[in-house]
């Protein structure tokens, strides 16, 4: 059984390796049998994963023991590999091999023809043996590892197009602004080693609970590690590269940027929990971090016109809904919305690339009427856009009332903020539909072929299965199974009996006034988008400008203070004082020795001088001083 367990990490890396020893090289890059190998890798893993998910549902208390394997004894320090198969893993698994499988067989059709073709493959096994290596893991040592290696292949992936200048300085960017993030992280995994003398993640949960690990090193830790959280969920205020990260190939948006990767931050906080829920201030700081991205993020999806951008926005207000669901609710509601959100955002993605692959552009000004043109890609993206406004029956309703009830119980100011963010989440989905796929088509891109047409069948069949799941993921929890599965109580009122409550009566109205103003300003113009623009011109050109922070972080901070004034002086203190006393060092024999050369003339006068000098000197010393 253990070994089956590990064939679901494993089978994604014998992909990577046979694709980059046997393929890349070898075979031409229209073949397309380096895709039906990563393809059938994840079939395998998702069956296994499947079977994993049956074998916890079935265990004792939802945990299945798994062997760990012993990797380094040093004295006294033993290091183990080894994985955690409970209801968290299961759940995860579920999500990274199902949306990667999807992603895969649409990038089929999308990457057809790209000379990078079996470097894409290669690479995005890789990313998904990391995140799958993480999700496995039992201790925080080997966790970090694989935390890494899914930062450097999405690293890789953003940057694919290398030779756009625009994806290799945001391949850059993603690179650095997360390794901020994983210092904190990294820094928690030495304070909790240092202090208990364990990486084991359930033996540091038991020391928290017995109150062994407490008090101000339990919240630094936990601090810590929710900064690495921070920067790989793009939370405020480590959220600035996420939008760049859009220069990657959109399938590589829609696995890693929006339904994977982006989520590890949110699991990281949910395997170690109890570090957080012994700690109010730790868990006070994820849900105000959580709350205030959300509406901060969804301000700025309201006036970006890059199709791509608007979901990138979308992607970091949600990652703060799951982290405003772990803060207030626990690790059911989080993971919950988690859980749903994969689905629908990664359907909305696949839905960017294949308006993009019809249109030849992202930028929605030039899309329109493609609701006739492509009824498959309209039909998923409506699907998609309804349950992330939360609509009622589909799965983002059930998982975001969840986290507003939450809120509403434990902080009532965020869950203010998180209302506001409904309404502007469901305006700028259905702007995005209304623009898009309403009116009449508005000419494309300067990559456009012809016409516009749907996308081929390879492209299409992925997007119906991912909006199949995003209407009825939610379900899961109608009667709070999910909550129970996870151990950890969640809110459920039935399928119709949620409906008798006022809470999700207000969500559903103020989603609904959102969809209403879009249309109203979109679709039927009965407002007009540059008036109101002018109107709230300073507000509009805040969110446009994204706050300036791009600009304080590039220009200021990197510009002026790094490079213009720490990393300055460090160079001035290289050049002028380590290189200064290398070379003054350096000097003293040629000084020494032009001193040296002006002595040895050769002239045996000037010899017979200075002997008879000295030779007076010596009787004059001793003469005085003896």
């Known amino acids: 059984m253990d070994f089956a367990f590990w064939l ?23 073949s397309k049998v380096a895709g039906y190998i990563t393809i059938t890798a994840l079939i395998g893993s998702l069956a296994l994963s499947i079977w994993a998910l049956t074998e916890v549902l079935a265990a004792p208390h939802h945990v299945v023991p798994v062997e760990s394997i012993r990797w380094l004894v040093v004295g006294d320090l033993t290091i183990n590999i080894g994985m955690t198969m409970d209801s968290l893993t299961a759940v995860m698994l579920i999500v990274v091999t199902v949306v990667s499988l999807m992603v895969q067989i649409y990038s089929q059709g999308y990457m057809k023809g790209d000379p990078g073709y079996h470097r894409y493959y290669a690479w995005m096994s890789l990313f998904t043996a990391s995140m799958l290596g993480l ?74 609970v017995a109150g062994t690990l407490a008090g101000a090193t339990l919240t630094w830790a936990a601090i810590g590690i929710f900064s690495g959280a921070m920067g790989k969920s793009a939370q405020f205020p480590l959220h600035v590269w996420l939008p760049d990260a859009m220069e990657g190939p959109t399938p590589v948006s829609a696995l890693i940027h929006a339904a994977t990767m982006v989520a590890a931050g949110v699991f990281l906080v949910a395997r170690t929990f ?24 969804a301000s700025m999806g309201l006036v970006m016109t890059d199709i791509k951008r608007v979901l990138a926005y979308s992607t970091i207000s949600q990652l703060g809904y799951m982290m405003l669901g772990l803060g207030a609710g626990g690790v059911a509601i989080g993971i919950f919305h988690l859980f749903n959100h994969a689905f629908f955002k990664a359907l909305l993605f696949l839905g960017a690339g294949s308006v993009n692959h019809a249109t030849g552009t992202f930028d929605m000004r030039q899309m329109g009427g493609l609701r006739k043109i492509m009824p498959w890609t309209y039909a998923t993206f409506l699907i998609a856009s309804l349950s992330i406004a939360g609509i009622w029956p589909l799965a983002g309703f059930w998982s975001k009332d969840e986290i507003l009830i939450s809120s509403w119980e434990s902080q009532p100011i965020l869950f203010y903020l998180a209302m506001i963010t409904v309404f502007m989440t469901a305006f700028y989905m259905f702007r995005v539909i209304f623009m898009t796929f309403g009116g009449e088509y508005r000419g494309g891109g300067p990559e456009a072929h012809g016409h516009p047409h749907e996308s081929p069948p390879v492209m299409v069949m992925p997007m119906v299965v991912l909006a199949v799941l995003a209407v009825v993921s939610g379900l899961w929890n109608v009667t709070g199974q999910f909550g129970a599965f996870m151990g950890n109580e969640a809110h459920s009122f039935g399928f119709f009996g949620i409906l008798t409550q006022p809470l999700p009566w207000i969500s559903l109205i103020l989603a609904g006034l959102g969809i209403l103003l879009a249309y109203a300003i979109y679709s039927a113009k009965w407002l007009s988008a540059e008036r109101i623009g002018r109107m709230f011109s300073p507000l509009y050109t805040l969110f446009f400008r994204k706050y300036w922070l791009d600009e304080l972080y590039e220009n200021v901070i990197v510009g002026k203070v790094l490079l213009g004034g720490f990393f300055a002086g460090l160079q001035l203190f290289d050049s002028k004082g380590v290189d ?17 050369r002006r002595a040895q003339t050769g002239q045996l006068q000037l010899y017979g001088l200075v002997m008879g000098i000295g030779l007076v000197v010596i009787i004059l010393c001793v003469y005085f001083l003896g």
């Open 580 to 596: 200064g006393v290398v070379n003054g060092l350096a000097s003293v024999p040629a000084v020494g020795g032009r001193a040296i």
């Open 8 to 30: 679901i990490f494993l089978l994604p890396i014998f992909s990577f390796i046979i694709i980059s020893v046997f393929i890349r090289p070898f075979v031409r890059p229209e």
């Open 135 to 208: 999700v496995l893991a039992n201790n925080l040592l080997q966790m970090f590892v694989f935390w890494e290696m899914v930062g450097l292949c999405s690293y890789l992936l953003i940057g694919f197009w290398f030779h756009r200048p625009t994806a290799a300085n945001a391949a850059k960017k993603a690179f650095i602004v997360t390794r901020i993030g994983d210092f904190g992280f990294l820094a928690a995994i030495l304070v909790l080693f240092f202090n208990t003398g364990t990486f084991d993640i359930g033996e540091l949960h038991g020391l928290a």
């Open 274 to 297: 109890p570090l957080f829920a012994h700690s109010t201030e730790a868990l006070t700081t994820v849900a105000v971090i959580g709350g205030v991205t959300a509406i901060f993020a």
